[in-house]
């Protein structure tokens, strides 16, 4: 009776074949090679290897070249050729993207510490030089892979005005109080509170300092906190208790600012404002 | 600091001595780095010598999937008078497959991220596969700068859920937080998804909320198409707008959202030979924008060499640049020999000056593998920058792997 059974099943699994003709590539996987024991990826994956994509030698130092021909190998996603260079989006892209796959040693041994390129392909010639052109508006883009040191390591050794920042070329501090008198530093320091007595209302006279100051750093706020990582020289004219007074807070701040209050515990609030209690400003409301 | 790193190291003693006596098996790759360079604001020459060493520890238990991973960096600059300096970019134990395989454990210094964020920390990181591919995630620990140090108050931690396992879709939604000395300095949540479309394409996109701040700090929206063989297309939408700890003054601060739009195409020409083009469109706010563009060729594999040849412009709020780039490298002697060479020469102009300029870098990389374990490397790159003059650099590296 079984062996009746087996010849059917034979006879039908042969018809099958015959009308499905060749027989179909299957396609390769991983999972197979890690049930067979195989869980270094070194044994395909060179390690320095110009490409993820292993070499054919690879394949046919276990598999014979009849066998490779009944596979088919998936189309690359983000691991192309030339992945080295390419493979920035794809990681900005997807947060966990990479890391399904690989262990952090994969992204730190290039990011971090080993200098074998001494550089990435996107810090062309001499980048010192360009820098200013990339990083201009969008510096978080150096912070995805720089500390703040790096940049202030450099940038706190140079004058304000060496560094070509629009705001610092035509800086307030050196220009002189009405004709003739102190400079507006050395006023300030004399007496914080006499600002006013010419811009009421913080209200800053047709300096283009004025407005080029408040461009660069609404473009470019973490520039402003890798040289005054405190802000303190902001806070002389943007405290609520002295200088200015001139507010520094978005359009939407007084919906928004009570999370940012609370989660500090107010010290930060308190580096301009009176405590809530007794800060006109927050008596407003409060 | 210190002590951290001694308890640490005492740690992993604990874990690895009972491993070996069993038979462990351990890994790596020891590096051994001399650089030098011209310091850029004072014109000091330069010259640290650095220790690297990476590795792996497994098979510490037998029928238990735990290993220990590290590494870590001891570096001098000989020419000052600075003692030796390390930094531990990771050490912890990996244990993987926990509880009926639904747990994955790892704990000690490691990079730690999410779709909120993402942060070094001495701490622990708990996946658990909760039903079918969803799982969990927690992490939590000491924020670790490696430049400020850090305080007994700075920590973080994260939370996330996620689908794990599926072939072709990726969705996480995700917490992380930050405690400046006892004080919440960040809560921010994100969202991040991946869909392929059947096999021509792929859709994803990511999303952060500052929930301090109340604004959606980062989108990110992508296409990605295979149409055909060989061609690939990529369209992308990208904002982001900084995020300030709550204990910085400039949290307070009014900020610009960046906003970018970038389409690619790429086509393979024959298996080895892909041409492609980029633009790029950057939004600053008021008005001001900014262009760039870059065509290019990615020769691999021609008669065993790689050669790389692109052109790049850009225009708008920031500067002009006009460029090009030529690397071309290749392997020799049975893989015992690689050489590679490059040029990269840029002509620019910064925003606030009105003559352009041009800097321009040569460099040539030789590598030598002495046996399958020992190689070692030299570079050299001559920088030449915007007043003209030459600036000399180099490399000299032997990597031992274990």
Same mark, same amino acid.
């Given at each position: 009776?079984?062996?009746?059974?087996?010849?059917?099943?034979?006879?039908?699994?042969?018809?099958?074949?015959?009308?499905?003709?060749?027989?179909?590539?299957?396609?390769?996987?991983?999972?197979?090679?890690?049930?067979?024991?195989?869980?270094?990826?070194?044994?395909?994956?060179?390690?320095?290897?110009?490409?993820?994509?292993?070499?054919?030698?690879?394949?046919?130092?276990?598999?014979?070249?009849?066998?490779?021909?009944?596979?088919?190998?998936?189309?690359?996603?983000?691991?192309?050729?030339?992945?080295?260079?390419?493979?920035?989006?794809?990681?900005?892209?997807?947060?966990?993207?990479?890391?399904?796959?690989?262990?952090?040693?994969?992204?730190?041994?290039?990011?971090?510490?080993?200098?074998?390129?001494?550089?990435?392909?996107?810090?062309?010639?001499?980048?010192?030089?360009?820098?200013?052109?990339?990083?201009?508006?969008?510096?978080?883009?150096?912070?995805?892979?720089?500390?703040?040191?790096?940049?202030?390591?450099?940038?706190?050794?140079?004058?304000?005005?060496?560094?070509?920042?629009?705001?610092?070329?035509?800086?307030?501090?050196?220009?002189?109080?009405?004709?003739?008198?102190?400079?507006?530093?050395?006023?300030?320091?004399?007496?914080?509170?006499?600002?006013?007595?010419?811009?009421?209302?913080?209200?800053?006279?047709?300096?283009?300092?004025?407005?080029?100051?408040?461009?660069?750093?609404?473009?470019?706020?973490?520039?402003?906190?890798?040289?005054?990582?405190?802000?303190?020289?902001?806070?002389?004219?943007?405290?609520?208790?002295?200088?200015?007074?001139?507010?520094?807070?978005?359009?939407?701040?007084?919906?928004?600012?009570?999370?940012?209050?609370?989660?500090?515990?107010?010290?930060?609030?308190e580096k301009c404002h009176e405590p809530k209690g007794r800060d006109p400003v927050c008596q407003r409301c409060h | 600091m210190r002590r951290r790193a001694g308890a640490w190291i005492g740690a992993l003693v604990l874990v690895l001595a009972p491993g070996w006596a069993a038979g462990a098996s351990l890994h790596g790759r020891?590096?051994?780095?001399?650089?030098?360079?011209?310091?850029?604001?004072?014109?000091?020459?330069?010259?640290?010598?650095?220790?690297?060493?990476?590795?792996?520890?497994?098979?510490?238990?037998?029928?238990?999937?735990?290993?220990?991973?590290?590494?870590?960096?001891?570096?001098?600059?000989?020419?000052?008078?600075?003692?030796?300096?390390?930094?531990?970019?990771?050490?912890?134990?990996?244990?993987?497959?926990?509880?009926?395989?639904?747990?994955?454990?790892?704990?000690?210094?490691?990079?730690?991220?999410?779709?909120?964020?993402?942060?070094?920390?001495?701490?622990?990181?708990?996946?658990?596969?909760?039903?079918?591919?969803?799982?969990?995630?927690?992490?939590?620990?000491?924020?670790?700068?490696?430049?400020?140090?850090?305080?007994?108050?700075?920590?973080?931690? +994260?939370? &996330? @859920?996620?689908? =794990?396992?599926? #072939?072709?879709?990726? $969705?996480?939604?995700? /917490?992380?937080?930050? *405690?400046?000395?006892?004080?919440?300095?960040?809560?921010?949540? +994100?969202? &991040? @998804?991946?869909? =392929?479309?059947? #096999?021509?394409?792929? $859709?994803?996109?990511? /999303?952060?909320?500052? *929930?301090?701040?109340?604004?959606?700090?980062?989108?990110?929206? +992508?296409?990605?198409?295979?149409?055909?063989?060989?061609?690939?297309?990529?369209?992308?939408?990208?904002?982001?707008?900084?995020?300030?700890?709550?204990?910085?003054?400039?949290?307070?601060?009014?900020?610009?959202?960046?906003?970018?739009?970038?389409?690619?195409?790429?086509?393979?020409?024959?298996?080895?030979?892909?041409?492609?083009?980029?633009?790029?469109?950057?939004?600053?706010?008021?008005?001001?924008?900014?262009?760039?563009?870059?065509?290019?060729?990615?020769?691999?594999?021609?008669?065993?060499?790689?050669?790389?040849?692109?052109?790049?412009?850009?225009?708008?709020?920031?500067?002009?640049?006009?460029?090009?780039?030529?690397?071309?490298?290749?392997?020799?002697?049975?893989?015992?020999?690689?050489?590679?060479?490059?040029?990269?020469?840029?002509?620019?102009?910064?925003?606030?000056?009105?003559?352009?300029?041009?800097?321009?870098?040569?460099?040539?990389?030789?590598?030598?593998?002495?046996?399958?374990?020992?190689?070692?490397?030299?570079?050299?790159?001559?920088?030449?920058?915007?007043?003209?003059?030459?600036?000399?650099?180099?490399?000299?590296?032997?990597?031992?792997?274990?």
């Amino acid at each position: 009776m079984r062996a009746r059974s087996l010849h059917v099943l034979g006879a039908a699994w042969l018809t099958a074949a015959l009308l499905a003709g060749p027989v179909r590539a299957q396609e390769f996987t991983h999972q197979t090679h890690r049930e067979e024991g195989v869980t270094d990826c070194t044994v395909c994956h060179e390690p320095g290897a110009l490409t993820i994509v292993p070499d054919r030698k690879a394949c046919l130092d276990c598999h014979e070249e009849d066998e490779l021909a009944t596979y088919t190998f998936g189309k690359l996603k983000t691991h192309g050729p030339f992945w080295a260079t390419e493979h920035e989006r794809d990681a900005e892209a997807s947060n966990a993207n990479c890391s399904s796959c690989h262990e952090q040693k994969f992204c730190l041994d290039c990011h971090k510490g080993d200098p074998k390129h001494q550089r990435p392909d996107m810090h062309v010639a001499d980048y010192l030089e360009i820098h200013p052109i990339k990083a201009w508006g969008n510096e978080d883009a150096c912070r995805k892979c720089h500390e703040v040191s790096f940049c202030t390591d450099c940038h706190k050794r140079f004058r304000g005005e060496d560094l070509k920042v629009l705001s610092h070329r035509r800086g307030w501090s050196d220009k002189p109080v009405g004709t003739g008198g102190r400079r507006h530093a050395e006023q300030f320091q004399a007496d914080p509170d006499s600002c006013r007595q010419c811009h009421p209302g913080g209200i800053l006279s047709s300096h283009q300092w004025t407005s080029d100051h408040q461009r660069e750093a609404r473009r470019s706020l973490t520039t402003c906190q890798s040289c005054h990582p405190r802000g303190k020289v902001c806070l002389r004219c943007h405290s609520a208790t002295q200088g200015l007074k001139a507010s520094p807070h978005p359009k939407n701040w007084n919906s928004n600012h009570e999370r940012l209050a609370r989660a500090s515990d107010e010290r930060t609030c308190e580096k301009c404002h009176e405590p809530k209690g007794r800060d006109p400003v927050c008596q407003r409301c409060h | 600091m210190r002590r951290r790193a001694g308890a640490w190291i005492g740690a992993l003693v604990l874990v690895l001595a009972p491993g070996w006596a069993a038979g462990a098996s351990l890994h790596g790759r020891a590096s051994t780095v001399l650089q030098w360079w011209e310091r850029a604001y004072d014109g000091r020459d330069i010259t640290p010598l650095s220790q690297y060493l990476s590795f792996v520890a497994s098979d510490l238990w037998q029928g238990q999937d735990l290993s220990i991973r590290g590494y870590g960096q001891l570096t001098k600059d000989l020419t000052g008078g600075d003692p030796w300096r390390g930094k531990v970019f990771y050490l912890y134990a990996d244990w993987n497959d926990l509880w009926g395989g639904s747990l994955d454990l790892a704990a000690g210094r490691q990079f730690v991220q999410n779709a909120a964020g993402s942060a070094v920390m001495d701490g622990a990181d708990v996946h658990l596969r909760v039903a079918g591919p969803v799982a969990v995630r927690l992490f939590g620990g000491g924020d670790v700068q490696y430049v400020n140090e850090y305080n007994s108050g700075d920590a973080l931690g +994260g939370f &996330s @859920v996620y689908l =794990d396992g599926l #072939d072709h879709t990726f $969705a996480e939604v995700a /917490l992380f937080t930050k *405690y400046d000395k006892y004080d919440l300095a960040r809560l921010m949540a +994100g969202a &991040s @998804v991946s869909q =392929d479309l059947w #096999d021509w394409g792929r $859709a994803y996109g990511d /999303l952060q909320y500052d *929930y301090l701040g109340d604004t959606v700090s980062e989108t990110l929206l +992508g296409l990605r198409l295979f149409p055909r063989a060989g061609w690939i297309f990529t369209g992308e939408y990208f904002e982001s707008l900084p995020v300030f700890d709550s204990t910085s003054i400039y949290s307070v601060f009014a900020t610009e959202r960046y906003k970018e739009g970038r389409l690619k195409a790429s086509y393979d020409v024959v298996p080895n030979v892909r041409l492609y083009a980029e633009v790029i469109r950057a939004w600053y706010g008021e008005g001001d924008r900014a262009f760039e563009g870059e065509v290019g060729t990615r020769m691999f594999d021609v008669y065993g060499a790689r050669i790389d040849f692109s052109l790049n412009r850009r225009r708008g709020y920031g500067g002009e640049l006009d460029g090009f780039r030529l690397v071309a490298g290749r392997d020799f002697w049975n893989d015992h020999l690689f050489i590679e060479g490059g040029a990269e020469y840029q002509v620019f102009q910064r925003q606030e000056d009105r003559d352009d300029d041009s800097t321009s870098a040569y460099w040539g990389y030789v590598e030598y593998r002495w046996t399958r374990t020992l190689a070692t490397s030299v570079r050299l790159e001559n920088l030449v920058d915007g007043g003209g003059e030459n600036h000399l650099e180099g490399l000299l590296r032997v990597d031992w792997d274990f």
